[in-house]
């Protein structure tokens, strides 16, 4: 009897265990499964940085130390908004290619050292080959501290603009040479209070609205030899300010657009290089409480037209002095004033006398020239066209 009820306790044992074997096997295997599932897709995670690694290098995190972007790690890929702090620099090495997601840009507040070669250029483009796919380039500093030492030289800046421009600068300064900036869905180049980019053999292809704009008139940039073709303007566009100091509109190929009025203000001078053209946008002007000296030539005249070429578009050249200072020693030669007369005349004088030769006012919706109060200009060989009064 005890042997028989042993036999049935061993034989029921092992039909429990295999029981319980059936039972806890499905679920064994389906953690199996599950966590091989985990485990090559970690894989596949790791894998995809590597080889991502392995064709560039990712961008995701702001720069705090001085740091230098190789050619040997090119192409960057920039995938987060991404900082160069205060007194940080950034170099660029020639041949390196940057590449931004959509959206995405670089905020410079330290130093951008972007230096590449005729044969070795760098390039700072969107992931996606479309204006306005990323955000921009923005160099900062603050009116206390401006920020300055950045250049750019044999650099192409494409595809940007989703905010301001290809490149954004505000109290700062940078040098430029030799660079494209091209297919923005804004501006070129947008220089917001302090912005200077002093620019030299540099073209704007294709940006949306202008190749360059100053908002800031006041500022003094140095241009030399800068092309423009199929901007939405070619033309760098100056904003309302106040000239102070000595200030010179280089003949730098290409117009420049008056879009605020612009004063140059007492003791103040403005150079007008043989050879410019300078356009007001409607009811724009010039107002000169210092000296404006526009000497251009037979072959390089200066023009001052409008944005539009219809009789008082734009309000006019204002040279003003006070009964107890009047204001001397402004010059016109070989120059043409048209389509202003908004207000006055192509040409107003108030307590100044200027000295005028070889030129041309015309379609004013005025006057050419109306001198008020000790208003004096002293004129040879200059012909008046199709003024209104």
């Known amino acids: 009897m005890r042997v028989s009820l042993s036999r049935r306790l061993s034989r029921f044992g092992a039909i429990f265990g295999v029981l319980a074997l059936a039972a806890v096997v499905p679920i064994v295997f389906s953690l199996i499964v599950t966590l091989g599932a985990q485990a090559s897709a970690q894989e596949h995670v790791y894998r995809s940085d590597v080889n991502r690694s392995q064709n560039g290098t990712v961008v995701n995190s702001n720069i705090i130390t001085d740091t230098t972007w190789t050619r040997a790690g090119s192409p960057y890929e920039v995938i987060a908004n991404v900082s160069v702090d205060p007194g940080v620099v950034l170099t660029v090495e020639p041949g390196v290619e940057v590449r931004f997601e959509q959206n995405k840009g670089l905020t410079v507040q330290g130093t951008l050292w972007a230096v590449g070669t005729a044969s070795q250029p760098i390039?700072?483009?969107?992931?996606?080959?479309?204006?306005?796919?990323?955000?921009?380039?923005?160099?900062?500093?603050?009116?206390?501290?401006?920020?300055?030492?950045?250049?750019?030289?044999?650099?192409?800046?494409?595809?940007?603009?989703?905010?301001?421009?290809?490149?954004?600068?505000?109290?700062?300064?940078?040098?430029?040479?030799?660079?494209?900036?091209?297919?923005?869905?804004?501006?070129?180049?947008?220089?917001?209070?302090?912005g200077v980019a002093h620019m030299t053999d540099t073209q704007f292809i294709s940006n949306t609205t202008y190749a360059v704009r100053f908002a800031d008139g006041s500022v003094n940039p140095v241009l030399a030899r800068l092309t423009g073709e199929q901007n939405g303007i070619d033309g760098v566009a100056l904003g309302s300010g106040t000239l102070t100091g000595a200030h010179t509109w280089e003949n730098m190929g290409m117009a420049y657009v008056i879009v605020g009025n612009e004063s140059v203000s007492q003791g103040a001078a403005l150079t007008v290089e043989p050879g410019v053209e300078v356009r007001f946008e409607q009811n724009k002007g010039l107002t000169v409480q210092g000296?404006?000296?526009?000497?251009?030539?037979?072959?390089?005249?200066?023009?001052?037209?409008?944005?539009?070429?219809?009789?008082?578009?734009?309000?006019?050249?204002?040279?003003?002095?006070?009964?107890?200072?009047?204001?001397?020693?402004?010059?016109?030669?070989?120059?043409?004033?048209?389509?202003?007369?908004?207000?006055?005349?192509?040409?107003?004088?108030?307590?100044?006398?200027?000295?005028?030769?070889?030129?041309?006012?015309?379609g004013s919706s005025k006057d050419g020239i109306y001198a008020w109060l000790g208003g004096v200009a002293h004129m040879t060989d200059t012909q008046f066209i199709s003024n209104t009064t």
């Open 291 to 362: 000296t404006l000296w526009a000497v251009g030539t037979a072959s390089q005249p200066i023009t001052f037209t409008g944005t539009s070429k219809q009789p008082g578009w734009w309000s006019n050249i204002r040279i003003l002095g006070s009964s107890g200072a009047p204001n001397v020693g402004s010059r016109l030669a070989y120059v043409t004033v048209e389509y202003a007369g908004a207000s006055y005349a192509n040409l107003y004088l108030s307590d100044a006398q200027v000295t005028i030769t070889d030129s041309t006012f015309r």
């Open 123 to 194: 390039t700072f483009t969107g992931t996606s080959k479309q204006p306005g796919w990323w955000s921009n380039i923005r160099i900062l500093g603050s009116s206390g501290a401006p920020n300055v030492g950045s250049r750019l030289a044999h650099v192409t800046v494409e595809y940007a603009g989703a905010s301001y421009a290809n490149l954004y600068l505000s109290e700062a300064q940078v040098t430029i040479t030799d660079s494209t900036f091209r297919g923005s869905s804004k501006d070129g180049i947008y220089a917001w209070l302090g």
